[in-house]
């Protein structure tokens, strides 16, 4: 028998028309585990997401709270302050001399008006009275006139005027 001569096979390279995305795509091999990994973590975004959304609401609360908190306890501390120093005569004595111009007996107190002679005026310019004096309108028919302008009127807010008050 003949012996056949044994060929030798060489590889060739084909020209490649991909480029390196398409050949790193074409490389992955995806398994049935893969696939369910891959399910079970979407699985477990959709289910733990509104719990961190909640979770994240709850700390700002829980911030918000807090700060509330240090507030209130400023402020108390501050009202402790205050109760400490009325706990103190010589404070308690200086507020009753100052607000209330009490002194002891035997005390002088001397109590400055302001007599720089500026006399108070009304808005018009004219000197404020230290007499009693009578008033020359009928309240009574003015409250009335007012009540039937306002209602019987078709005129806006801004075109009503005052009745004039006649001086004497």
């Known amino acids: 028998m003949a012996?056949?001569?044994r060929t030798q096979r060489v590889p060739v390279a084909l020209p490649s028309m991909e480029t390196a995305p398409e050949s790193w795509l074409r490389n992955i091999r995806m398994s049935g585990f893969t696939f369910m990994?891959?399910?079970l973590v979407?699985?477990?975004v959709i289910v733990l997401a509104p719990s961190l959304r909640l979770v994240i609401e709850q700390q700002q609360q829980l911030a918000e709270l807090r700060a509330a908190v240090d507030d209130k306890e400023e402020s108390v501390s501050d009202l402790e302050d205050d109760v400490a120093r009325w706990s103190d005569p010589a404070y308690i004595e200086s507020q009753a001399?100052?607000?209330v111009n009490y002194v002891f007996p035997g005390d002088l107190t001397y109590l400055v008006d302001d007599d720089r002679g500026v006399e108070a005026a009304t808005a018009d310019g004219a000197p404020i009275s230290t007499e009693i004096?009578?008033?020359q309108v009928d309240w009574m028919q003015t409250v009335v006139s007012s009540?039937?302008?306002a209602g019987l009127t078709d005129a806006t807010a801004t075109?009503?005027?005052s009745p004039v008050v006649p001086t004497p």
Do not use: D, W
Request: net charge positive; charged share 25%.
């Open 37 to 39: 990994m891959l399910g």
């Open 133 to 135: 004096q009578t008033t």
């Open 42 to 44: 979407i699985l477990a």
């Open 3 to 5: 012996r056949r001569q």
């Open 159 to 161: 075109t009503l005027e």
């Open 147 to 149: 009540i039937f302008t």
């Open 97 to 99: 001399r100052s607000r």
